[in-house]
């Protein structure tokens, strides 16, 4: 079974997870193209990296929206990684990154990541982070759960924004 990047669930309102995810290292690339090509595009290289250092492939690739043409792609590293004893990257375009521990509200839902479902989802998100008061930090970040080969409906995707906890 693929590690999954580690947090806990704080509490759970019907199709969302309020959680506190630990700290962790991303390997990330920036890639330039739409929601699914730049998945593809920055896939190649981090999948290179693990793979030319021996690290173990982990769930989920997240991607973030940097600007209309420009996607930041990441593989979480195994959750006994430090960044310190960490590979440096041959590949220039990838960097690894500490994330410090941190809220975020998740919506879970199966089936392809075409731009519609995002932004359905998103709205979704965004709809339930402001009823419950919420204040958002960053940008959405979607992640992905499985291999592109597995049969749509049988697929795990989220979209996540990370949250202050102002009101717990």
Not at 3 to 12: A, I
Not at 21 to 26: N, R, S
Not at 100 to 128: N, T
């Amino acid at each position: 079974m693929t590690e999954q990047q580690k947090f806990d669930v704080v509490e759970r309102i019907k199709k969302f997870e309020i959680r506190h995810y630990h700290p962790c290292v991303l390997a990330e690339v920036l890639v330039q193209g739409q929601l699914d090509s730049a998945a593809s595009l920055g896939f190649r290289p981090l999948v290179t990296y693990i793979s030319q250092n021996g690290i173990s492939m982990t769930a989920p690739v997240l991607q973030e929206k940097v600007s209309d043409q420009s996607w930041l792609v990441s593989f979480v590293m195994p959750a006994n990684a430090k960044l310190e004893d960490l590979p440096l990257p041959q590949n220039t375009q990838v960097t690894l990154k500490k994330v410090p521990a941190h809220y975020a509200v998740a919506l879970i839902f199966s089936g392809g990541m075409s731009k519609e479902k995002i932004l359905e989802k998103e709205s979704q998100l965004r709809e339930f982070i402001n009823e419950n008061k919420f204040q958002t930090v960053g940008t959405l970040k979607i992640a992905r759960y499985d291999p592109p080969w597995k049969p749509g409906f049988l697929r795990q995707n989220e979209v996540i924004f990370e949250v202050e906890m102002l009101n717990l």
